[in-house]
């Protein structure tokens, strides 16, 4: 441990949570906290429970024990659309879109109003100049709204998949692995475009196996190992080598 100072009232905090999976324990009792405007990582080896976290802070799956907190408040997430209501959105590592579709589609996927006639097309025109400032939002320059996502490359994908949560004005975003299936120099822009929501006041937590990408992008992390927090640390004065490190040393 690092001694880094409680803040009173973090944005999103876990506390003691327990999440079983038959004989396995995914979650032992971790607590961590998210705060306000920062970026954290969540490092750790295969297995250790990464993702189970990250599936219960968006309510996706509820806890076995524990609570969540949300501005101080405890929170029982019921769904995913229950946290998103609450601001709370993730992206996982396959970005959930549809290849034959294009970038306007999968923004507004399942999220496209139902007024039929007229008004459809005049509800297309919107979501269209809504699509497009989702996208300078981002940061991002894309080529037509109108190709196909499975023609983009992969930092372009991921920066498509960003735009649709940042539609539904999350305060909070996690990322589980969302750049495993992109190139390194693909890579900066997704690096940017998380920065450009933090700076608009969008509170990450993200899963990277990258550490450099960790470096970058982070400034705080934990390192989880048995589905606890073994370490909690600032990235500064980190190198990727330390960081390995680390999470090595938390297996003896
Ligand atoms: N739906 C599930 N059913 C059964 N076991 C699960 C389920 N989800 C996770 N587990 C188990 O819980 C443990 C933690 O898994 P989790 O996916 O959270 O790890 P992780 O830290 O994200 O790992 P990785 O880095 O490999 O993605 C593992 O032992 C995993 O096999
Ligand atoms: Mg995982």
Redesign the pocket.
Same mark, same amino acid.
């Given at each position: 441990m690092t001694g880094l100072l409680p803040d009173p009232t973090p944005l999103l905090r876990a506390e003691g949570i327990v999440k079983q999976? &038959?004989p396995?324990v +995914?979650l032992n009792g971790l607590s961590m906290e998210l705060r306000s405007g920062e970026v954290l990582g969540l490092l &750790? %080896?295969?297995? +250790?429970?990464?993702?189970?976290?990250l599936k219960i802070l968006t309510g996706f799956m509820q806890p076995d024990s524990g609570t969540v907190r949300l501005d101080g408040e405890v929170v029982r997430f019921r769904d995913v659309q229950h946290a998103r209501s609450l601001g709370i959105d993730i992206i996982y590592q396959d970005l959930a879109l549809v290849d034959q579709l294009s970038i306007v589609q999968n923004i507004f996927l399942n999220r496209e109003s139902t007024t039929n006639g007229p008004l459809k097309v005049l509800r297309r025109r919107a979501m269209r100049r809504e699509a497009e400032s989702l996208i300078e939002r981002v940061g991002v320059r894309l080529p037509s709204l109108d190709q196909p996502v499975g023609s983009l490359s992969g930092g372009q994908r991921a920066a498509v998949a960003i735009a649709r949560v940042v539609q539904t004005n999350a305060r909070v975003l996690l990322l %589980?692995?969302p750049l495993a299936a992109v190139g390194v120099r693909e890579a900066r822009i997704v690096i940017d475009v998380v920065r450009n929501l933090r700076a608009a006041g969008v509170s990450v937590i993200v899963?990277l196996?990258n550490y450099g990408h960790v470096i970058d992008l982070c400034e705080r992390f934990y390192i989880?190992r048995g &589905?606890e927090i073994a370490e909690e640390g600032r990235i500064a004065g980190h190198t990727s080598e330390s960081l390995i490190a680390a999470v090595l040393a938390t297996r003896l």
């Open positions: 999976f &038959g396995v +995914a &750790g %080896d295969n297995g +250790a429970g990464k993702s189970t976290l %589980d692995e899963i196996h989880v &589905g």
